[in-house]
């Protein structure tokens, strides 16, 4: 007869596997020691790239690659796909909205500049079907009233810099405004009115020729509603809600501050973001 297998206790099988599992632990700890290692001596020694082996130019270059999309146009505000836009904008304010207008018969003004006016300023009648004569700029962008609220909202228009060039808006001597090389010759401020002149706006020039500013007739490819400022409004993505001035009478153009709804009520003059 065999004697039998002699019986373990307990505690001698938890220490049994223990030992087991400490030596197992270790056995990885030391393969990953030495993979790091290999890892190190194998990138070390690798072949040269530029100087710097190569596996670590490779990251270097993915690392350029990913900045070099990620880069923006600092003086551009952030634009975002059409997709997400909003579909119901959001209307807030409608100082000057209330008469009632013939849009079919509507015209923009647009009063050149004449210094102290010995001689009354010409004045430039527009239609909206004068600005779509112009190519479309688009604009979709993440709209902030000072109220608290955003909404990321798309818009269409002409830009104002546009219609300044083809006009000759903007400048001293009413020429071709060039506020790159002939900055002296700029006019400091537009001042922008509804019809009726309730609600009435000043922008700073460097902000009203900006490529994302646009004499905005559209919004979500539409025309746009009465509420939102039919038929024309100002949208000037660097700046906050309140001076997006909808249901535009008149643009006209000065050295100095035109008056302003909610400056003479207290808030900053140039709402910039
Ligand atoms: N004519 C006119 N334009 C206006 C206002 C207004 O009361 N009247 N409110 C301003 C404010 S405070 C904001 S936030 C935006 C709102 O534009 P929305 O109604 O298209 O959202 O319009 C701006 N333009
Ligand atoms: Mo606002």
């Not at 270059?61 to 796909?81: I, V």
């Not at 962008?141 to 300044?164: H, M, P, T, Y």
């Not at 535009?248 to 003479?264: E, H, L, N, R, V």
């Amino acid at each position: 007869m065999k004697p039998n297998k002699p019986v373990l206790t307990e505690e001698q099988l938890f220490s049994r596997q223990v030992r087991r599992r400490t030596i197992i632990s270790f056995a990885i700890f030391f393969l990953l020691c030495f993979g790091g290692y290999k890892l190190y001596t194998s990138v070390i020694s690798s072949p040269k790239d530029r100087g710097i082996p190569k596996p670590f130019r490779a990251v270097l270059e993915s690392n350029s690659k990913l900045f070099a999309r990620g880069y923006e146009d600092p003086s551009l505000t952030k634009e975002f796909p059409k997709s997400i836009a909003a579909r119901k904008v959001r209307v807030n304010g409608m100082i000057g909205l209330r008469d009632a207008l013939d849009t079919s018969n509507y015209f923009i003004k647009l009063v050149r500049y004449s210094d102290a006016a010995p001689k009354p300023a010409d004045t430039i009648y527009l239609t909206v079907n004068d600005l779509r004569k112009f190519p479309k700029t688009e604009v979709v962008f993440n709209f902030k009233c000072i109220e608290g609220w955003s909404q990321i909202s798309w818009w269409g228009g002409v830009r104002f810099s546009d219609l300044a060039k083809k006009y000759k808006l903007g400048t001293k001597d009413n020429t071709e405004p060039d506020p790159i090389h002939h900055p002296e010759n700029m006019l400091s401020y537009t001042g922008l009115q509804t019809p009726d002149k309730k609600y009435y706006v000043g922008i700073d020039m460097p902000s009203m020729m900006h490529p994302q500013t646009i004499i905005c007739y559209e919004v979500n490819g539409r025309p746009l509603p009465v509420d939102q400022g039919a038929p024309v409004r100002l949208i000037i993505p660097v700046k906050y809600g309140i001076k997006h001035l909808k249901k535009i009478g008149t643009i006209f153009f000065s050295t100095t501050q035109p008056p302003d709804y909610w400056a003479d009520r207290g808030y900053d003059y140039f709402a910039g973001l």
